[in-house]
């Protein structure tokens, strides 16, 4: 019976030592590392838990995704309102980044979509346009149109 207890706690602490990355050999070192594991994964739980909160409270009043395509963007707005004038700044963003309009898929129905295909226009700016810079053109642009109406 103490045998197949010695081998219960001898596969209960190579499992704790597998789950924390413990290298420890004897029981102390190895709850000491399981204490530490633990304390860090509440720390990561308590990080996402205000990351979460701070998008609750600063969050766009649309979603915005931005794919990078051979020639272009393809930029998609999603908003569960319907928010009247929004349109026009985000396509001024488009053109503050010199971005053509290709194609575009608009509706203001009950809520707002937009799905845009962005083209870089050959000016001065050809190439430095990343999927990112496009991203934060339109949130800013959505951020000074949410705070102008």
């Not at 929004?86 to 309009?101: K, T, Y």
């Not at 290709?102 to 001065?124: T, Y």
Request: some cysteine.
């Amino acid at each position: 019976m103490s045998s197949s207890r010695g081998r219960k706690n001898a596969a209960l602490y190579e499992k704790l030592r597998a789950a924390t990355n413990s290298t420890a050999m004897n029981r102390a070192s190895i709850i000491v590392d399981a204490s530490k594991y633990i304390q860090e994964l509440k720390k990561k739980v308590d990080t996402l838990n205000q990351d979460v909160k701070a998008s609750q409270n600063s969050s766009s009043p649309a979603q915005v995704t931005v794919e990078t395509l051979e020639k272009g963007f393809l930029i998609s707005v999603l908003s569960e309102k319907n928010c009247p004038g929004l349109l026009v700044s985000i396509l001024e963003a488009f053109e503050d980044l010199g971005l053509d309009v290709l194609d575009a898929r608009v509706s203001c129905a009950d809520n707002f979509r937009l799905e845009a295909v962005g083209g870089e226009n050959q000016g001065d700016q050809a190439d430095s346009i990343d999927a990112q810079v496009v991203k934060q053109a339109v949130l800013q642009a959505i951020q000074n149109w949410s705070q102008n109406s």
